[in-house]
């Protein structure tokens, strides 16, 4: 079965940088669209990057221009690589896989998360 295991998260202060890492296992990873969503307290799980398996990607505004997605099919890894981080960055982060290679709707399958916590 598919398995997605998130790295990377952690503790930093604001203007600082992370890059997560999501290895993901059971299938054929260069076929899929995989995505990075985040939830906060009290909010909704929110999109935050996708790629597809073209390697057209798509970014949430709040992130554009600080954030950006990638992909590794060799390692069967996504990464997102975060900088100029802000306090309302603060969140669990979840990676998820599309069964396509379009990333259409939300995702398939999800990983179990990783927290990124951004001090002011």
């Known amino acids: 079965q598919v398995q997605l295991v998130e790295s990377g998260g952690g503790l930093v202060q604001a203007g600082g940088s992370l890059r997560l890492s999501c290895a993901a296992s059971g299938s054929i990873f260069s076929r899929n669209a995989m995505g990075w969503y985040r939830q906060a307290p009290g909010k909704q799980r929110e999109l935050v990057a996708r790629?597809?398996?073209?390697?057209?990607?798509n970014l949430a505004d709040s992130v554009k221009g600080r954030f950006t997605i990638s992909r590794d099919n060799a390692k069967n890894t996504v990464y997102l690589q975060m900088d100029s981080l802000k306090p309302e960055d603060t969140a669990v982060y979840y990676c998820?896989?599309?069964?396509?290679?379009?990333?259409?709707?939300?995702?398939?399958?999800w990983g179990q998360g990783t927290q990124v916590t951004v001090s002011s």
């Open positions: 790629i597809a398996s073209t390697y057209i990607t």
């Open positions: 998820g896989l599309y069964r396509s290679g379009l990333y259409n709707g939300r995702p398939d399958y």
